[in-house]
T-cell receptor
């Protein structure tokens, strides 16, 4: 079983739509959670951290459900510039120095 | 821009050859991690270097090795290249207390023929 599982998509949505991505992780001891964004043929960049209480950054909302080992990312009012691959990322345990990445979910926002 | 640089940007090698990839970390970052990203996959952790010592390793064979220099720059060496080694190799720098916040370089795209 993979450490982090994501629906690879692709998700094709019209501008202005709301879209949600989900991710599950296998290690219940995982400590930290993130969403990274990766544009085509570019490096991943941190989009936001995910906290147990949920957190919001503008049009982006991240949620964590530790009981279900489930992470989500909601994008409201999608823009063309949101087109990218969104990577769910987990730090597997306290003191760990590596990150586990999901395969990514590809989003295309259509005019 | 993260300030992390990698060289070369692209590289073509043949099976059995050896390759060295280079990374300069963001100013002030003394921890460097290397990842392999195959097409259509997420990055996979290879290893991390901190203060010139290997500080954790993923599920990669010994023919993947590395170095870190006193200026915190780093090298990834891969011996006896295999076709499956074709991938984007990403370097990420961070501070040890903020390992979760990793800043990635643009990557080196390696093709093994």
């Amino acid at each position: 079983r993979k450490e982090v599982e994501q629906d690879p998509g692709p998700f094709n949505v019209p501008e202005g739509a709301t879209v949600a991505f989900n991710c599950t992780y296998s290690n219940s001891a995982s400590q930290s959670f993130f969403w990274y964004r990766q544009d085509c043929r570019k490096e991943p960049k941190l989009l936001m951290s995910v906290y147990s209480s949920g957190n919001e950054d503008g049009r982006f909302t991240a949620q964590l459900n530790r009981a279900s080992q489930y992470i989500s990312l909601l994008i409201r009012d999608s823009k063309l510039s949101d087109s990218a691959t969104y990577l769910c990322v987990v730090n597997p345990e306290a003191g760990a120095n590596n990150l586990f990445f999901g395969t990514g979910t590809r989003l295309t926002v259509i005019p | 821009e993260t300030g992390v640089t990698q060289s070369p940007t692209h590289l073509i090698k043949t099976r059995g050859q050896q390759v060295t990839l280079r990374c300069s970390s963001q100013s002030g970052h003394n921890t460097v991690s290397w990842y392999q990203q195959a097409l259509g996959q997420g990055p996979q952790f290879i290893f991390q270097y901190y203060r010139e010592e290997e500080n954790g390793r993923g599920n990669f064979p010994p023919r993947f090795s590395g170095l870190q220099f006193p200026n915190y720059s780093s090298e990834l060496n891969v011996n006896a290249l295999e076709l499956d080694d074709s991938a984007l190799y990403l370097c990420a720098s961070s501070l040890p207390q903020f390992t979760n916040e990793q800043f990635f370089g643009p990557g080196t795209r390696l093709t093994v023929l």
